[in-house]
């Protein structure tokens, strides 16, 4: 368990180290600032989860897709459990990309991870949470997922435009009251 | 048993509150309370299960899940006229 804490505590650690090593470059170089979220997932509350509500659970918060790549892990002889925690941290890193209101109702299955042939995870958005990012302007999401026997953890990361608009609106409102 | 009673006794059994759920004031912000949006998951499963409705997704929202009053209004609504 203690080394469960230290494999966590480094995967934090690389991350804040790159997101203060990014901000700081984007500091000099005047990029866009990055909306991130983070989450972490006690894989033993998956499987409670599991054994309480069963398939209700599982086709209620995964998609179609997510339960098959888990079910493969499974049928391959390995422990779907931990796979199945990191999916759900992974839909909450992405809900705190899309920072959604107190009254925005965004479904577990809006927010889909889907594996690429290479292994890496992307993000597919679907009806609200879609909206939610094409109403803030983030062209994409990358997400990252991680995980032990114990503990599932997953960063979202996203672009956002506005410094890049803002950029242009100073630019245009600089012309227009300028000579 | 009267609704906000059994909703607190879902609460007490699935939200993994810090403070006691059978005393927790109806505006008292669940997740500020120590509620993960994970349990909130069980905590709408387990509601599900014992009102006989099923919540739709436009009432999957931190206004609804957030506190015993939100819950209880979505639930009137989802059992309105039975």
Same mark, same amino acid.
């Given at each position: 368990?203690?080394?469960?804490?230290?494999?966590?505590?480094?995967? @934090?650690?690389?991350?804040?180290? %790159?997101?203060?090593?990014?901000?700081?470059?984007?500091?000099?170089?005047?990029?866009?600032? @990055?909306?991130?979220?983070?989450?972490?997932?006690?894989?033993?509350?998956?499987?409670?989860?599991?054994?309480?509500?069963?398939?209700?659970? =599982?086709?209620?918060?995964?998609?179609?897709?997510?339960?098959?790549?888990?079910?493969?892990?499974?049928?391959?002889?390995?422990?779907?459990?931990?796979?199945?925690? %990191?999916?759900?941290? %992974? $839909?909450? *890193?992405?809900?705190?990309? =899309?920072?959604?209101?107190?009254?925005?109702?965004?479904?577990? $299955?809006?927010?889909?991870?889907?594996?690429?042939?290479?292994?890496?995870?992307?993000?597919? @958005?679907?009806?609200?949470?879609? %909206?939610?990012?094409?109403?803030?302007? @983030?062209?994409?999401?990358?997400? *990252? =997922?991680?995980?032990?026997?114990?503990?599932?953890?997953?960063?979202?990361?996203?672009?956002?435009? *506005?410094?890049?608009?803002?950029?242009?609106?100073?630019?245009?409102?600089?012309?227009?009251?300028?000579? | 048993?009267?609704?906000?009673?059994?909703?607190?006794?879902?609460?007490?059994?699935?939200?993994?509150?810090?403070?006691?759920?059978?005393?927790?004031?109806?505006?008292?912000?669940?997740?500020?309370?120590?509620?993960?949006?994970?349990?909130?998951?069980?905590?709408?499963?387990?509601?599900?299960?014992?009102?006989?409705?099923?919540?739709?997704?436009?009432?999957?929202?931190?206004?609804?899940?957030?506190?015993?009053?939100?819950?209880?209004?979505?639930?009137?609504?989802?059992?309105?006229?039975?």
């Amino acid at each position: 368990m203690i080394a469960d804490y230290d494999r966590l505590a480094n995967i @934090l650690r690389a991350y804040y180290t %790159a997101r203060v090593s990014f901000e700081r470059r984007r500091h000099y170089s005047n990029l866009a600032p @990055l909306r991130s979220g983070t989450d972490i997932v006690d894989v033993r509350n998956v499987a409670d989860s599991i054994r309480t509500f069963g398939e209700r659970y =599982l086709r209620r918060v995964f998609t179609r897709d997510e339960l098959k790549y888990c079910a493969s892990i499974a049928n391959e002889g390995g422990d779907s459990v931990p796979h199945l925690a %990191a999916r759900f941290a %992974a $839909k909450e *890193s992405v809900m705190k990309v =899309l920072r959604p209101g107190p009254s925005d109702a965004i479904a577990w $299955k809006s927010i889909e991870i889907i594996r690429g042939p290479s292994g890496s995870c992307a993000v597919r @958005l679907h009806g609200h949470a879609r %909206a939610l990012a094409r109403r803030a302007g @983030l062209s994409g999401i990358a997400v *990252s =997922l991680s995980h032990e026997q114990r503990y599932a953890v997953a960063v979202a990361i996203a672009v956002e435009p *506005s410094s890049m608009k803002a950029g242009v609106c100073d630019r245009a409102t600089r012309r227009s009251t300028c000579p | 048993m009267p609704m906000n009673e059994a909703i607190r006794d879902i609460l007490k059994g699935h939200a993994r509150l810090r403070a006691d759920a059978s005393s927790i004031a109806e505006d008292t912000d669940l997740y500020k309370a120590g509620m993960t949006s994970h349990a909130s998951v069980n905590v709408m499963l387990a509601l599900e299960s014992r009102f006989d409705v099923e919540f739709p997704d436009r009432m999957l929202s931190r206004e609804v899940f957030g506190t015993v009053a939100g819950i209880r209004a979505a639930i009137e609504e989802l059992t309105a006229g039975r």
